[in-house]
């Protein structure tokens, strides 16, 4: 179903093309080729480029594989041209990513494009280049990834990442603005004019909102707990708190958020950009939390700006605090390659992360054009190579032809073949 997938909207021939400046004259096997098989295999659940054995033993599903020091050859190759090779990789998932929203757009056409940023740490177990000490005591990367959000009713698409060494700044704006240009490169043109960039208070620096005023997008960044907006709160009158609400639009138990704009001392430190508010959120912490310095009278108290105009706040405030499916893509993108980064050089590495978020790419594409109608649509890695991906079968010749051959009796057997028959309507 995956290579299908990649058939159907041209991912192999994009991949192909961009990656032909690596094909010597002599060579058996193409880049494209070798690239999405490895795609597929850690797709499939594989965290090293051995795991391609995999489908080099299928050669009846997966055609001819590349041979381990073919590919370690190539992915040296992709990282001795760094710049050049990461180019490559971006355009063939842009022109992917266009041709699989022409088919069905995974987005609704009358809202914003929300677009979440946010970092991660990944252990390293060995000395690998570029690995350095993180701020949880740990030892490892941080890549800083970009991500676009289907909503409720999908998943969502991995549209940039950048590798960084594990002491990485959390407020660096260079390397917000850099994965956030790289994942607006992956959007058609003519909708990136209504993305709304959503973030931690690591995003809430001075340097990137201004860049985001600049390029006027919307954004709901978190931001620290200043002296000016402790200030704020000491004054906001009890009755400016309103209920918040749950996504589902009920009210929600113990929460309340209000606006601090009006409150906040004027001309105290640099300038803001036009246009921005700041909304605070309290709630009761749960039991056994513990509450920090700038928490009072037992409320849990967060704090994020916007530049959306108008609304109700606690909608705003839904809207920015749905965020957190970033974290269900990070968990994502760790069941799909990221949980370790398998090779030595700083490089070669960035080139397996760009690796997984084609592998996830691939995943989310295959449910959003195969899956759509059934529970599959919204599942996790773990469980589609579980219950769809992994199935036992049997490769017949009958007149001619080979016939892949599915359980019946297995419980989601329907699903896969109903996904095929899908993505067969979509070359027809």
């Not at 950048?162 to 043109?189: E, F, Y």
């Not at 985001?212 to 000016?228: A, D, F, K, R």
Request: glycine content about 8%; overall charge positive; some cysteine.
């Amino acid at each position: 179903m995956l290579t299908e997938t990649a058939s159907v909207i041209g991912l192999d021939r994009a991949l192909s093309e961009a990656l032909r400046p690596w094909r010597s004259a002599r060579a058996t096997h193409d880049p494209g080729k070798i690239v999405l098989d490895l795609a597929v295999a850690i797709a499939l659940g594989g965290d090293c480029l051995s795991d391609l054995a995999v489908l080099r033993s299928q050669p009846d599903l997966f055609g001819h594989v590349a041979s381990d020091p073919t590919v370690s050859r190539l992915i040296a190759a992709l990282a001795a041209d760094g710049e050049a090779s990461l180019a490559a990789f971006a355009s063939a998932r842009a022109w992917a990513r266009g041709r699989c929203w022409e088919l069905a757009s995974p987005v609704r056409q009358d809202g914003p494009l929300v677009i979440d940023i946010d970092a991660t740490l990944v252990e390293a177990h060995s000395e690998k280049e570029g690995a350095a000490p993180t701020f949880k005591r740990g030892f490892g990367f941080s890549p800083i990834l970009a991500f676009l959000d289907h909503g409720k009713d999908g998943t969502g698409e991995c549209m940039a990442g950048l590798l960084r060494p594990g002491k990485a700044n959390a407020n660096n704006a260079a390397d917000h603005i850099t994965v956030l240009t790289s994942a607006l490169a992956q959007l058609p043109a003519a909708d990136r004019a209504r993305v709304l960039v959503r973030g931690d208070s690591g995003a809430g620096t001075h340097e990137f909102l201004e860049h985001l005023h600049e390029l006027n997008l919307q954004y709901s960044v978190g931001i620290g707990g200043w002296p000016t907006i402790l200030d704020a709160l000491a004054v906001l009158p009890r009755q400016a708190w309103k209920a918040a609400r749950d996504p589902d639009g009920r009210p929600r138990d113990g929460a309340q958020v209000a606006e601090l704009t009006t409150h906040i001392p004027a001309g105290t430190g640099k300038p803001w950009p036009a246009g921005m508010r700041v909304l605070a959120r309290r709630e009761r912490p749960h039991p056994g939390a513990q509450l920090r310095i700038t928490d009072t009278d037992g409320w849990r108290i967060t704090v994020f700006a916007t530049n959306v105009k108008g609304g109700r706040l606690a909608d705003l405030e839904v809207q920015h605090r749905l965020r957190a499916r970033a974290e269900d893509r990070i968990r994502c993108l760790k069941d799909t390659g990221l949980r370790n980064l398998p090779l030595h050089d700083f490089a070669a590495n960035q080139i397996w992360l760009e690796l997984v978020q084609l592998a996830a790419d691939l995943l989310t594409w295959t449910q959003h054009l195969a899956l759509t109608g059934s529970s599959a649509r919204t599942w996790e890695p773990k469980r589609l190579r579980l219950r769809l991906l992994n199935i036992a079968g049997r490769v017949v010749t009958s007149a001619r032809r080979d016939w892949l051959r599915l359980p019946r009796a297995w419980p989601w057997t329907p699903i896969v073949l109903a996904g095929h028959d899908r993505l067969h309507t979509l070359t027809t």
